[in-house]
């Protein structure tokens, strides 16, 4: 891991202060490194190794010296050879068992089908041309060089990455097929000795092969081993308790790239074995798995990752956030110290951008950076990219401004919660379903982390320091499912109780502002939110729709406390603000977004975290916060206020509720209820009777998300439930009052 890497990966801060009782404003903090020191979603070796997969096999023809050359000269770390054995026991650098592929040997030899390594001698193979067929697959790179390439012996291999690599190149070999070559360990260790390479610290030996490894651990006890695996070979297999059973010989393993999740991570580093995955070829694949703080990689364009691990770079994707008609949030992690430059365009190809912003990405922020794009159109896609300017590695992304004031555009929005609880950890799938809805925004209804629970990135809650919370902000942004929702798709994230501790309350919970700096780090969150840090505001869609976002934490009264008229979930000016929103809003659809819910108990007996107090399920319940609620309730239907959709997550379990808390017999407002998206799985239970709640549905046990269609034209809105996989478990529409 080159020098820039490492200081990307770690910060330190933290320093608290409050001005009014209620109200809890983020504290500025001073920076040292970012890194948690306990993630295990992060390199335990401090040379992130970039290994040329059969020398840069993406430029050159594989496993030949002119390969090996351009490996060395783009500065990778570990030339890959992959070995077979002649007839007469000579060891040569050559993936496949047989020469048909790579070779011209079906020319030149016509009658030795299949052509198999080991029924030709080594004078015959040198016969070979190694080169010529890259230069007919490939028109596009051929170079009079590779005509006539050789099959090299693992002797010249070796002598010629020696000498070319000036000692910096380390050498990685595998015994491919040990089976087929009784005593290939025994050959490759005289060599290696002849060679003096045995004792150098740059220096791994791999296969698939466990009896092969084992042997070569007999023959050379302090060489570096590292296992690899395919899909198939972990099938079933606890892998804690297999990487547990290899670490007496193996020094890491090398899994096919698909395999790397943070389970995967965890089970390795906890093991003390060094992570290289295999084949990473495109930036991208590199970056996320450079982003789950892997050891190294193979890759046959050893050069895209040099620049990755050589300069910051986009580490963590990028997202667009609280858009209006006019505006956007952008925002993009790096990997360390440097500016980023965002550019927007109405056109893909970016000819010509007319927004170019230039933003410095700093350890106090983790390197995460975020810019405001103003004078946009109303109703436009827009298109964006960001990079490093340290780096050619760019990220795209785009975005839909919401409709003009006054007009009625029909709108689908997706919404979810409860990501990375109870053991849950990525990769979630429901990100993907929706993503594949094409929403015109995705609202992340809170619980976006859980802080104080168990993960790779903080194995030893709860979250303390900045550096955890912005680990588990991370960790999540492994999956690759979120990162593409959040690179096509606004989104409204909004923070619930995990983004600090279960249940807290803001102006008593101690860790609320490091949570709160490393939330609003994270998401793309404009000045009108974050200011003194509201977070509470509205966003609107046209005359389609009126989203009231709420803070359902920063000034909220312990849940201990018993409810009163005096008791506060939003804190008044937050609640007098949430009334005028409704009263003035001339929008189609009064949606509430918040982060708990209505009827359904949460939280503790005598501790409530939603609004209800629960009594139907512990009488005499003191606690909850329905005082309140009545307030906006009654508001609601003093005021006549028409369709108003309250929209939450929280409960791990998706439910659609109507109220007629008047009983007139006519329904005042619904509550949407979907989730989770990687939390423990409950069930349904009774609600709170206190407003007249009436369940459309309710369905637990699964992982899902929630879909919201507006159609102005049918004065119809429509809401679906959809599980991980984007299958409808429930669809209604409701018919719109004017
Ligand atoms: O050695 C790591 C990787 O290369 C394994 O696959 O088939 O390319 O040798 P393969
Ligand atoms: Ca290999």
Request: proline letters at 5%; a negative charge.
């Amino acid at each position: 891991m080159k020098k820039s890497l490492v200081a990307g990966l770690a910060c330190l801060s933290l320093s608290l202060s409050s001005t009014a009782p209620w109200a809890v404003l983020a504290a500025p903090h001073e920076t040292v490194t970012t890194d948690n020191g306990q993630s295990t979603l992060q390199p335990i070796t401090s040379n992130v190794a970039v290994i040329a997969h059969r020398g840069a096999s993406a430029y050159g023809p594989e496993h030949t010296l002119a390969a090996y050359k351009q490996a060395i000269k783009m500065k990778a770390d570990y030339v890959e050879f992959d070995l077979q054995m002649t007839k007469d026991g000579q060891l040569i650098a050559m993936h496949d068992e047989t020469l048909a592929r790579t070779t011209n040997a079906k020319e030149l030899y016509p009658n030795r089908a299949p052509w198999r390594v080991k029924d030709f001698t080594l004078d015959e193979i040198k016969r070979l041309d190694a080169g010529s067929w890259f230069n007919a697959a490939h028109q596009e790179l051929e170079k009079k060089e590779y005509i006539g390439q050789q099959v090299p012996t693992l002797d010249e291999a070796i002598q010629f990455v020696k000498k070319h690599g000036h000692g910096k190149v380390g050498l990685y070999m595998e015994t491919k097929a040990p089976n087929v070559y009784p005593g290939m360990e025994e050959k490759l260790i005289e060599i290696l000795q002849k060679n003096k390479v045995l004792v150098s610290k740059n220096l791994f030996l791999e296969s698939f092969s466990e009896d092969s490894l084992r042997k070569l651990k007999t023959l050379a006890p302090n060489v570096q081993l590292i296992q690899l695996y395919t899909g198939a070979m972990l099938k079933g297999k606890d892998m804690y308790q297999e990487f547990k059973r290899i670490s007496d010989y193996a020094s890491g393993v090398g899994p096919s790239k698909e395999l790397v999740v943070p389970k995967f991570m965890e089970a390795a580093h906890q093991n003390q074995l060094l992570v290289h995955p295999w084949t990473v070829n495109s930036q991208d694949d590199l970056a996320s798995l450079l982003s789950l703080g892997v050891d190294g990689e193979f890759t046959n364009n050893p050069d895209k990752m040099v620049e990755l691990v050589d300069k910051p770079f986009i580490s963590h994707g990028v997202a667009s956030g609280d858009v209006t008609d006019t505006s956007a949030i952008l925002w993009a992690r790096t990997s360390g110290a440097t500016n980023v430059q965002f550019e927007l365009s109405t056109d893909s190809s970016f000819k010509k951008p007319f927004i170019v912003k230039t933003v410095h990405a700093g350890a106090e922020h983790d390197y995460a950076v975020q810019t405001k794009m103003d004078g946009l159109k109303p109703d436009t896609t827009y298109f964006y990219r960001a990079h490093a300017v340290s780096s050619s590695y760019t990220v795209n992304g785009s975005f839909k401004t919401a409709p003009a004031e006054n007009s009625l555009k029909p709108l689908t929005m997706v919404w979810g919660g409860d990501t990375g609880g109870q053991g849950e950890i990525p990769p979630y799938n429901s990100f993907k379903a929706m993503s594949d809805l094409n929403p015109d925004f995705f609202l992340f209804s809170g619980d976006t982390i859980y802080a104080d629970n168990k993960t790779p990135a903080v194995p030893n809650p709860p979250s303390q320091s900045v550096q955890d919370f912005w680990a588990k902000y991370k960790e999540n942004r492994t999956d690759a499912g979120l990162r593409s929702l959040l690179q096509k798709t606004a989104t409204f994230s909004i923070w619930d109780d995990h983004e600090v501790t279960n249940d807290f309350s803001g102006p008593s919970q101690p860790l609320t502002p490091t949570g709160l700096n490393a939330f609003k780090d994270y998401w793309p969150i404009s000045d009108d939110r974050s200011n003194a840090d509201k977070l509470y505001h509205t966003y609107s869609y046209g005359d389609t729709l009126d989203m009231m976002i709420l803070n359902n934490r920063g000034y909220r009264d312990p849940n201990t406390q018993a409810d009163g008229a005096d008791k506060t979930m939003l804190g008044g000016e937050q609640l007098d603000w949430l009334k005028k929103q409704l009263l003035d809003s001339d929008a189609k659809i009064k949606l509430v977004a918040t982060s708990v819910p209505i009827s359904v108990p949460t939280g503790k007996a005598n501790a409530r975290d939603g609004w209800a107090n629960g009594n139907q399920v512990n009488p005499n319940d003191p606690t909850g916060y329905e005082n309140e609620f009545k307030k906006i309730s009654d508001f609601i239907m003093e005021k006549g206020i028409k369709n108003v959709f309250f929209v939450t997550t929280d409960v791990h379990f998706a439910q659609v509720i109507k109220y007629d808390a008047n009983h007139d017999g006519k329904t005042d407002y619904h509550e949407l209820i979907s989730g989770p998206i990687g939390a423990v799985k409950i069930n349904p239970g009774t609600l709170d009777p206190t407003f007249s709640p009436e369940s459309m549905y309710a369905e637990g046990n699964f992982f899902n998300f929630g879909v919201f269609k507006v159609d102005p034209a049918t004065n119809k809105a429509t809401v679906e439930i959809r599980d991980e996989n984007g299958k409808t478990h429930f669809s209604h529409d409701f018919q719109l009052e004017d």
